[in-house]
T-cell receptor
Framework: GAVVSQHPSRVICKSGTSVKIECRSL??????MFWYRQFPKQSLMLMAT?????????EQGVEKDKFLINHASLTLSTLTVTSAHPEDSSFYIC???????????????FGPGTRLLVL | GESVGLHLPTLSVQEGDNSIINCAYS??????FIWYKQESGKGPQFIID?????DKRQGQRVTVLLNKTVKHLSLQIAATQPGDSAVYFC??????????FGTGTRLLVSP
């Protein structure tokens, strides 16, 4: 159980275009999902918290107009990188908590990540 | 400004040895800690967790030790195997479900 998927796993785009990354919880409903960014040989940095049915909460320094997050259902959150530039090239990872385990286990289950390369 | 890539600290061990990976955390209010394993090109995988009211927790081949006095966390892997080679991150729960990840340690296991 507790499987999180991401699509696509890898994407290459031209500078100035927008890219959408999907994060799905496959066997549980996630009211909250998280988006992280990871540059090579660095740690995961939380970008934003995605809340189903409401606006995402962004971490300091993350541009909400550049990284659009939509959490339209209990199993799907999307991250759209708008007007992508080469410096946005990174490994984007989502995670989700299983609310049925809340209070018992606070583990976040991570997706496999999406590698974005902006040319 | 210019970004500088970090070099992950690396722990090299022989197969069969015990490995100890250390992590320092900064927030004394953190009440929950998790160790994750990340293989190249993949998302983090849960290994073991511990709450702040405990100082030790054991799993299969893994043990986590928590020293709240010095804000230190360690992961011990018994009888390390080549398949354990990966980057290991500790993460602390800062509240509101937010996880803050440590810098990571690369474990290299030689056959």
């Amino acid at each position: 159980g507790a499987v999180v998927s991401q699509h696509p796993s890898r994407v290459i785009c031209k500078s100035g275009t927008s890219v959408k990354i999907e994060c799905r919880s496959l066997d549980f409903q996630a009211t909250t999902m998280f988006w992280y960014r990871q540059f090579p040989k660095q740690s995961l940095m939380l970008m934003a918290t995605s809340n189903e049915g409401s606006k995402a909460t962004y971490e300091q320094g993350v541009e909400k107009d550049k990284f659009l997050i939509n959490h339209a259902s209990l199993t799907l959150s999307t991250l759209t990188v708008t007007s992508a530039h080469p410096e946005d090239s990174s490994f984007y990872i989502c995670s989700a908590r299983d609310p049925q385990l809340a209070g018992l286990k606070e583990t976040q289950y991570f997706g496999p990540g999406t590698r974005l390369l902006v040319l | 400004g210019e970004s500088v890539g970090l070099h992950l600290p690396t722990l090299s061990v022989q197969e069969g040895d015990n490995s100890i990976i250390n992590c320092a955390y900064s927030n004394s209010a953190s009440d929950y800690f998790i160790w994750y394993k990340q293989e190249s090109g993949k998302g983090p995988q849960f290994i073991i967790d511990i709450r702040s009211n405990m100082d030790k927790r054991q799993g299969q081949r893994v043990t986590v030790l928590l020293n709240k006095t010095v804000k230190h966390l360690s992961l011990q892997i018994a009888a390390t195997q080549p398949g354990d080679s990966a980057v290991y991150f500790c993460a602390e729960n800062r509240g509101f479900q937010k996880l803050v990840f440590g810098t990571g340690t690369r474990l290299l296991v030689s056959p």
